[in-house]
């Protein structure tokens, strides 16, 4: 079974542009969530989709941050426009069924963002 | 809010027992986790315990809780230099479903 993916690796932008990262959660996993580690910081939570619905975003940090799953598949999260202190790693993470209780989280490799 | 520490550094020799200690202070956490982190990878679920549980094993790893203290700690056995890795505790609690993480232990076993 494929574990969560996340693209692109690694990305450079420089402040002010746009940049878009992309998760594909473990198939048929409902829950799927963004964290952010930011300067050797803890990681700290964004948000929680179940499904296609947002369940939980008071982790985002301010209306430059754009999160979608359109479908209840794959999820994006745009920064419009970057700024440097969105520099960090973006984790990516899904777990299976939404009425199950707690499940453990399964992370991807996150996506390396530097903002110059 | 709730919060989780961690120490930053912790360097063993190859062969000791290492231990790595965590403190939260959500008194409504119900579960708890331990994540490694390789150079360049992502985060790799160890173990993880049910605040009702005071110790789990698993293999070289042992997993204390002391819910009364709020304290979690993560021992390895023997350990190995492919144990270099950050390792992040976090607790979640049944209200919610996000995890809060600590800032990750940055272990360094010397050969």
């Known amino acids: 079974e494929a574990g969560v993916t996340q693209f692109p690796s690694h990305s450079v932008i420089e402040k002010g542009q746009t940049v878009t990262l992309r998760c594909d959660p473990i198939?048929?996993?409902?829950?799927l969530y963004w964290y952010r580690r930011v300067m050797g910081k803890e990681i700290k939570f964004l948000l929680h989709?179940?499904?296609?619905?947002?369940?939980?975003e008071s982790g985002m940090p301010n209306n430059r941050f754009l999160a979608e799953r359109t479908g209840g598949t794959y999820s994006t999260l745009k920064v419009q426009p970057a700024e440097l202190e969105d520099s960090g790693v973006y984790f990516c993470?899904?777990?299976?069924?939404?009425?199950?209780?707690?499940?453990?989280?399964?992370f991807g490799p996150g996506t390396r963002l530097l903002v110059l | 809010g709730e919060d989780v520490e961690q120490s930053l550094f912790l360097s063993v020799r190859e062969g000791d027992s290492s231990v790595i200690n965590c403190t939260y202070t959500?008194?409504?956490?119900?579960?708890l986790y331990w994540y490694k982190q390789e150079p360049g990878a992502g985060l790799q679920l160890l173990t993880y315990?049910?605040?009702?549980?005071d110790m789990k094993q698993d293999q070289r790893l042992t997993v204390l809780l002391n819910k009364k203290d709020k304290h979690l700690s993560l021992r390895i056995a023997d350990t190995q230099t492919g144990d270099s890795a950050i390792y992040f505790c976090?607790?979640?609690?049944?209200?919610?479903?996000?995890?809060?993480f600590g800032t990750g232990t940055r272990l360094k076993v010397l050969a």
């Open positions: 993470a899904s777990s299976p069924i939404w009425d199950k209780g707690q499940e453990t989280q399964y």
């Open positions: 198939s048929g996993h409902d829950n």
């Open positions: 989709f179940v499904k296609e619905s947002k369940q939980d």
């Open positions: 959500d008194s409504s956490s119900t579960y």
């Open positions: 315990i049910f605040s009702n549980m």
């Open positions: 976090a607790e979640s609690n049944s209200g919610t479903y996000k995890y809060i």
